[in-house]
């Protein structure tokens, strides 16, 4: 009979047989599997009860496990590959999501690729991105040189496009996906135009109506010859090439020709001269901050809504057995028509409309005549400039998603339903030093108009007004679609202040002092600040795209055939920076008895008894602002000092029919 004490000496001797049967990976695969799930040496040991060297002998091959650790390390290993499979299963259906198409006519005839594109195909890219989201290429001596973000630099072995192109693929050149169901961002290659010219390409673009290359150009020919091809746009100054999706892999590069315009001050980026360096340096800070710049700012705002949250999404399937593409809740999937009053003005559904029809919920332009007691007491003028507020309205507004809207008559308003509403404010009595929050010329409605669920919202809640629609546009899908993105471009915003050395916690009047040096910081951090409000500001403008060509009035045009072509959104986020504003006008005005005399868009100019802010935003006895008032601050949605004048400046403008807010800054 065996002794008791043999039993686990016996057991362990089994797994000791049975373990030296468990085939295990080859060394260096076996720490690829480990770093693909982000995992450490030391997690390795812990879960396998052994030390974090012993992991590092077993990856390197100059031991190898035994026992039970080794069934154990074999098992761990085998569940990483799978999940890794899985996850390169997925990621594949993202990539082919994501992957632009030609239109069936403009596809190019297949030509045999060439040798290098071959070894291409044939390689797998390596995950993590070393050289950085992009490089400036700029040509040194008798070749080119690519830039980086951190300010390394290498020599490109390029001397044409196709080369380039494959040497970007090769690079480590990209950025991390910035949501769940984003894809990596392409690499970025920035040509000079010293590059462009080494390349072949002209300095200058001759086709500046469509802002493309002909596609008789010998480069272009030489791509698609090499199995490239280009999205609808063609070669122009924002031009992105790709290779057809290979074994799951995504090959597409994005180029940006300054000569050509990127980068232009036309297309909002107000950058400064730079070098190919410090340029790659703050495009770099953009990236990290934002996203990889892929046209116009206005064009990255859109693209930034885009990736935070695309648009489809993988789903695994029971049925099939595998990762297929779906809708993504709480995103933009598909192109919606506009309700009527909501349309563009040069839609086909604004054919016949009469003015009175469309809705205007655009931002105010409006000015009043100073009364006596204004013009007595008051020798100046401050104008204090709201920081993003526009971008600041889009935080948590619940907004119409995939549902168009339905059409009902005589609804009972609901504040928490997004839509559009005839209804008649013509009755609700206002101050009127005040602007009418209901109408962008800040005078008071005549009768019934169209009107965004936060307008009425704030004429029902603030005002205690009583209100009856008499139709409605509602949409019943809705959610916080650009919860996400408000709160990206405000930690960018906030991220580049305080690289400036303006904090959120600082008193009003160190905010109004350090605000006085901030035209004196670096060109660059300038130029990014700029970049990064315009993002926000053409992000909302590109909303309700007009068309860019001349065309035959009521004719479709491009934009709107994008599920981001959405006016309503647009008009929701305007109207709620306008009736945050007038909140705050109210407040203002029952605490210091000061009312504004002008207002454009975010800016609004107040009397004041000293040309200074502080003259008309009051402090706390800590000396920040008051909450629910204007407050001198660096947050989305506080205000900085625009600008000082005299009272007798604000009537020469005026009198002119000119509005001061548009000039306070500048005169």
């Known amino acids: 009979m065996r002794d008791e004490n043999e039993a686990p000496v016996f057991a362990r001797v089994d797994a000791l047989l049975e373990s030296l049967q468990t085939p295990l990976p080859p060394p260096e695969d076996r720490a690829a599997l480990r770093m693909s799930a982000q995992l450490s040496r030391e997690q390795f040991a812990d879960t396998l009860q052994c030390r974090a060297q012993d992991i590092e002998a077993w990856e390197t ?28 299963s997925k990621d594949a ?40 989201p992009l490089a400036v290429i700029d040509q040194t001596g008798q070749g080119l040189a690519a830039y980086f973000a951190d300010q390394s630099s290498t020599e490109v072995p390029a001397d044409h496009l196709v080369d380039l192109l494959q040497w970007a693929l090769e690079a480590g050149i990209g950025r991390d996906k910035l949501s769940t169901n984003d894809r990596a961002s392409d690499p970025l290659l920035v040509l000079t135009p010293a590059a462009a010219q080494f390349l072949g390409l002209p300095p200058d673009l001759h086709d500046r109506a469509r802002l493309r290359l002909p596609d008789s150009h010998p480069q272009i020919v030489s791509l698609r010859a090499a199995g490239f091809k280009l999205t609808r746009r063609g ?178 308003f609901d504040k928490r339903i997004p839509g559009t509403w005839l209804c008649d404010l013509s009755h609700i009595t206002l101050d009127p030093r005040l602007p009418s929050p209901f109408t962008s010329t800040g005078q008071p409605p005549t009768g019934p108009a169209w009107y965004t669920t936060p307008t009425l919202d704030y004429a029902v809640r603030d005002l205690d007004a009583t209100i009856k629609p008499l139709e409605a546009y509602i949409r019943d899908d809705h959610g916080p679609y650009l919860t996400p993105w408000y709160e990206r471009l405000r930690d960018a915003y906030l991220a580049t202040m305080a690289e400036a050395g303006i904090h959120p916690d600082i008193r009003q009047d160190e905010f109004l002092q350090a605000m006085k040096t901030l035209p004196e910081a670096d060109p ?112 989305p949605g506080f205000a900085k000092e625009e600008g000082t004048q005299s009272l007798s400046w604000f009537h020469q403008q005026h009198d002119q029919g000119l509005n001061p807010a548009r000039y306070i800054k500048n005169s």
């Open 61 to 88: 091959g100059t031991s190898e496990p035994g026992g039970i650790q080794r069934a154990g390390y074999a098992r761990l290993l085998t569940g990483l590959r799978v999940l890794n499979a899985d996850q390169q």
């Open 93 to 132: 259906v993202v990539e082919e999501l994501h992957t632009p198409r030609l239109p069936p006519q403009a596809t190019p005839q297949p030509r045999p690729a060439s040798p290098i594109l071959q070894t291409h195909r044939g390689t797998r890219r390596g995950q993590g991105f070393p050289r950085g």
């Open 235 to 412: 070669f122009g100054p924002w031009a992105r090439a790709h290779l057809p999706v290979t074994d799951g892999k995504r090959a597409s590069v994005q180029l940006a020709l300054t000569g050509w315009g990127a980068l232009s001050d036309r297309d909002g980026w107000n950058l400064p001269p730079l070098a190919p360096a410090p340029l790659a340096k703050l495009l770099g800070t953009y990236t990290d901050r934002v996203l990889t710049p892929r046209g116009s700012t206005a064009v990255c705002g859109q693209e930034l809504m885009t990736a935070l949250r695309p648009p489809t999404r993988a789903r695994w399937s029971e049925t099939d057995r595998r990762w297929v593409s779906s809708s993504n809740p709480g995103a933009l999937w598909k192109p919606i028509e506009p309700a009527p009053p909501e349309a563009h003005e040069a839609h086909p559904l604004a054919q016949g409309r009469h003015p009175q029809d469309a809705m205007d919920e655009e931002a105010w332009d409006w000015s009043r005549t100073p009364t006596d007691t204004e013009n007595t007491e008051f020798a100046h003028v401050v104008g204090i400039d709201l920081n993003i507020a526009f971008i600041a309205a889009a935080s948590s507004a619940s907004v119409g998603l995939n549902s168009p809207p339905r059409h009902i008559h005589n609804p009972t």
């Open 524 to 635: 660059a951090l300038l130029g990014l600040l700029s970049a990064i409000k315009a993002t926000g500001k053409g992000g909302i403008g590109k909303l309700r795209e007009g068309p860019r060509e001349t065309t035959a009035p009521y004719q479709r045009w491009a934009a709107l055939d994008s599920p981001t072509w959405r006016p309503d959104i647009r008009a929701a986020i305007i109207s709620r920076a306008r009736v945050n504003t007038h909140r705050k006008m109210i407040k203002t005005a029952n605490r210091t008895g000061r009312y504004p005399l002008a207002v454009l868009s975010d800016c609004i100019v107040y009397p004041a008894h000293t040309p200074n802010a502080l003259d008309v935003v009051p402090s706390g006895p800590d000396g920040r602002g008051i909450k629910g008032m204007f407050c001198l601050g660096v947050n």
